[in-house]
């Protein structure tokens, strides 16, 4: 039984989500092998074969695999598979594992087991259903089980101490059903949001966008901090949806969660319930955000937060 991890990366360095998911692809008991697909992305590939527990690296390079593009990496991953017959197929929760993984999935005619949080065994897995309110146990009888990974479920495999042979495979031919015309990045001097370990996030009662920059920015400083919002704050235009925590966003589990003016609705919780320690800051006493919150401020928090900088 051997699974096969199919890493993300920018093809010059690896994405932390890659390091998550070989710990899960271990947890099966088998061995682990890595998919590096992209553009002279050989750095990428040193780098999988450095991750404690990988056996082997497969290294596909060609311009077609050098943006991600769904079809294309879903048709690579596939004629991996015809080649090795791997047990598993593991994608990173992510935006672009859940673009590539139900490619795959429906081309293999086996059905997809999404956000994956504990493996029991290699054909039984937990996975969070309403929203992450109850944990579904799943029993695959499934030849190949394709599934995607929730990282924030799994500790990170160690990025160096691995020796894995690393094996070139040739790159598919350009699908021609889609094609890259570019990409705007924002640039950060601040974490990345679901890499953080600590996170401040803003909710609809910050009022404005001025106002969510003015409070939330001098915490966030304070602490070294990632910024978040809830999606009521994202929707009202007062921060922009690459912020966005919960289920229609990114799921995080910071060791330092700061929810300010929150009230905690169902789809923001599914996000971040999973955080280490829970601060949320709320004049309403009621609000939901206070059941999982570790510590609770009853206040206004357009003056809290401003003491509280003051504090550290």
Do not use: W
């Given at each position: ?12 360095a ?73 047990s ?43 929203a ?32 894995a ?55 966030a ?28 966003g ?47 401020l009853?206040a ?13």
């Amino acid at each position: 039984m051997t699974a096969l991890v199919i890493a993300e990366h920018n093809n010059s360095a690896i994405k932390a989500a890659t390091l998550n998911t070989v710990t899960a692809a271990k947890a099966l008991g088998g061995d682990v092998h890595v998919l590096v697909a992209g553009q002279n992305a050989g750095a990428v590939a040193q780098a999988a074969a450095q991750i404690a527990d990988v056996a082997k690296v497969l290294h596909a390079d060609g311009a077609p695999l050098a943006h991600g593009l769904a079809e294309n990496l879903a048709a690579q991953v596939l004629a991996v598979q015809a080649a090795g017959h791997y047990s598993h197929i593991l994608f990173a929760s992510t935006p672009g594992g859940k673009n590539v993984a139900p490619r795959v999935a429906a081309k293999l005619d086996v059905a997809q087991i999404s956000d994956v949080t504990k493996v029991e065994s290699p054909d039984v897995f937990e996975r969070p259903i309403y929203a992450g309110n109850a944990i579904v146990t799943v029993q695959s009888d499934d030849s190949v089980n394709v599934m995607s990974v929730r990282t924030t479920a799994f500790d990170a495999a160690a990025a160096t101490g691995g020796s894995a042979a690393v094996e070139t495979v040739a790159a598919v031919a350009d699908s021609g059903k889609s094609s890259f015309v570019g990409q705007e990045l924002t640039k950060s001097e601040r974490p990345e949001l679901v890499a953080a370990k600590i996170i401040v996030s803003g909710g609809r009662a910050m009022g404005s966008s001025e106002k969510f920059t003015e409070v939330l920015t001098p915490l966030a400083d304070k602490l070294g901090a990632a910024i978040g919002a809830s999606r009521a704050a994202v929707d009202a235009g007062y921060a922009s949806n690459d912020l966005q925590v919960g289920q229609t966003g990114k799921i995080v589990a910071p060791q330092l969660y700061i929810a300010c003016g929150i009230s905690g609705a169902i789809q923001h919780l599914a996000g971040m319930k999973d955080s280490k320690v829970i601060v949320a800051i709320n004049k309403d006493p009621e609000a939901p955000i206070f059941s999982v919150a570790n510590y609770g401020l009853v206040a206004d928090l357009f003056q809290a937060v401003p003491e509280l900088v003051k504090a550290l």
